[in-house]
């Protein structure tokens, strides 16, 4: 790095910061507006995602854990959330904090045995975990096996507002995406997150400063778990339906390739992944073509082209038009 | 004495002869897969997708070209393996520099192109590919029936499991392999071609799945899924096994195979997650794996 770049760097902060929020409270507006323009269950579908993928960067972009076995995460706050809404008949509220409940205590099972393998074993003991529980799922009689549970009452929000309407089930999802999204925010600009990003830089380093990597790997997955599983309980009342298509593992791999694709280890750039393949799978769902073959394409050419993601590609190719 | 805790021998046995049989399909995959990471430091996850493409090279061989059982059995895996050094000198090659998990995210797309390529053109229902008649019928040993074919797939298995280990621990050609494992770039400097020697031993632990993909062909179904649920327990099985040793993957395998029969015996309900929960046991007991080194 030569001293301008240095020097910009350094006066940047306070002119990104006002740009920075402009285009915040942009995209916010639109959000609140796009109900008009576009299905809003198709914008529900793009919010959850987004979520989950912004929870599933936290772990691979920011701690460098590649982990192959969020869909539990996902799928199983799906189950837990339909099953607690439907047949415990609990309010909105409390039936999604039970499907993040129940994917913070996997998360942290989970990350407790896979913590102690390090890079490759670490994605491929996640997968083996993920596929235990898709197995379960597939066997355990309250999740109804190949149907899944249907027909899941939304409630009301605060007992007041009737989520049957689907501009105020957007208008709730799109909050709690927002609220999701602020944890992230907070939890990477923190200490704690700095910790993390050194952990994945060097954590032979980290150890030797006198702090436990394991510690904050842990802390991290079981967050990322919970706000998997927050999306997918959110998931789950929009659509009324919690299937075995959220647990399997062609679910974890698609919320990598939006992560990759977008860009990891940026805030933004999961939120681009997860639309541009939640709309690439819309497009082509009725166009024919084999999707599973086409999202494979897609992951090849992110690894052999773009491995920074979209996003990542942008900010490297801004900085580097910058005097 | 016909009956162990309720289940009589027979069914017992039957249930052994099965996991064997799984136990020797994990142990040619999990073979190739510990090979591949220790020479290429891949995680290769297209070698479900590999196994699955040798079944259908079989399965296509017989119906389109009507080649027999044996000539099958021996062009699959060539197939399979040509295929494999096509895709290391095109993409693998290139991120041997980067980290390792974009391998892994590499071979996780081809492995997602292939199944869905397949699925798309054949459908996801099972092809049947019927056992070849030099091997049907069985003997019967007293106090089972022991099918031809069966018996065939586990001795054929282990064959080539025990000829790799032993051209890879006894020969010369391996002793340059486990070499440049240790140090490539000294390797090199003798004058061994080692980029060659990696595109082969890739093309060969694939073409390894390709073989056990053509072997399994006449007793399960040919099916695109057939890859992807495979090459999850004998992830988990190298993860139990640990990957430093070749020998070891190949008892894991065996040793997995058995106990899933086993738990099929005694609580069906469970079998599909026994490896797993042998795998937690072990990730709790011994972290870095039953036969590795490192610990």
């Known amino acids: ?323 | 004495m016909t009956d162990i805790f309720g289940v009589p021998i027979a069914v017992l046995l039957g249930q052994l002869l099965l996991g064997l049989i799984n136990g020797s399909f994990y142990a040619l995959l999990s073979l190739g897969l510990a090979i591949i990471f220790g020479m290429l430091n891949v995680i290769n996850f297209a070698h479900g997708a590999f196994y699955m493409l040798g079944g259908f090279a079989a399965w296509l061989l017989l119906t389109a070209l009507g080649l027999g059982y044996w000539e099958t059995l021996f062009a699959a895996p060539l197939m399979v393996g040509a295929l494999g050094a096509v895709v290391e000198r095109l993409f693998l090659k290139r991120l041997y520099r980067v980290d390792h998990l974009y391998s892994l995210l590499l071979t996780f797309g081809i492995a997602l192109m292939l199944e869905g390529l397949f699925r798309h053109v054949f459908g996801a229902a099972g092809k049947p590919y019927p056992i070849p008649s030099s091997l049907t019928g069985g003997i019967n040993l007293g106090f089972m029936f022991l099918p031809m074919y069966r018996a065939w797939v586990i001795v054929a298995s282990l064959t080539v499991c025990v000829i790799t280990w032993l051209v890879i621990e006894r020969t010369k050609l391996g002793a340059y392999l486990r070499a440049s494992t240790e140090n490539p770039g000294l390797v090199q400097a003798f004058g061994i071609n080692v980029p060659l020697m990696l595109t082969m031993t890739y093309a060969f632990c694939v073409g390894l799945a390709g073989f056990a993909g053509a072997l399994a062909a006449p007793l399960y179904q040919v099916s695109p899924g057939m890859g992807s649920s495979v090459i999850i327990v004998v992830f988990a099985v190298v993860v139990i096994g640990g990957m430093g040793s070749i020998g070891g993957a190949i008892v894991t395998a065996l040793a997995l195979g058995i106990i899933e029969g086993l738990t099929k015996t005694f609580y069906p309900a469970a079998s599909s997650i026994a490896v797993f929960v042998v795998m937690v046991l072990v990730i709790l007991i011994r972290p870095s794996g039953l036969f590795s080194r490192e610990a």
């Open chain 1, 1 to 323: 790095m030569n001293s301008t770049t240095m020097v910009s760097s350094l006066q940047a902060p306070r002119r990104l910061r006002t740009t920075r929020g402009l285009l915040l409270a942009l995209v916010v507006l639109l959000m609140i507006c796009a109900p008009l323009a576009i299905y809003p269950l198709f914008l529900i579908k793009i919010l959850c995602f987004a979520l989950f993928a912004a929870a599933f960067n936290l772990v691979l972009g920011y701690a460098g854990l590649l982990s192959f076995g969020h869909a539990a995460f996902f799928g199983g706050a799906a189950y837990v959330t339909a099953h607690a809404a439907k047949i415990w008949q609990l309010p909105f509220e409390l039936a999604v904090l039970a499907g993040t409940a129940f994917a913070a205590l996997l998360g942290l099972a989970f990350g407790t045995l896979a913590i102690r393998r390090h890079g490759i074993y670490f994605a491929m003991i996640t997968l083996a975990l993920a596929q235990m529980i898709y197995f379960m799922a597939v066997q355990m009689p309250f999740t109804g096996g190949e149907d899944g549970i249907q027909a899941v009452p939304r409630g009301y929000l605060l007992g007041i507002i009737d989520l049957r309407d689907i501009t105020a089930m957007y208008y709730t999802v799109l909050g709690g995406t927002i609220l999701g999204l602020v944890i992230i925010w907070r939890t990477v600009n923190s200490p704690f997150g700095h910790i993390l990003s050194a952990i994945r830089e060097n954590e032979t380093r980290v150890t030797s400063l006198g702090l436990k990597p394991e510690r904050y790997k842990l802390i991290a997955f079981t967050l990322s778990a919970a706000l998997s599983g927050f999306a997918g309980a959110l998931k789950a009342i929009a659509f009324q339906l919690a299937s075995l298509v959220d647990v399997t593992w062609h679910m974890s791999g698609e919320v990598i390739l939006m992560t990759l694709l977008g860009g990891m280890g940026t805030l933004i750039g999961p939120i681009v992944g997860a639309s541009v393949v939640v709309g690439l799978e819309h497009f082509l769902s009725t166009s024919g073509l084999p999707i599973t073959f086409i999202i494979g394409l897609f992951f090849v050419v992110c690894v052999m082209m773009f491995r920074r993601g979209v996003f990542g590609e942008l900010k490297a190719l801004l900085e580097r038009s910058k005097p």
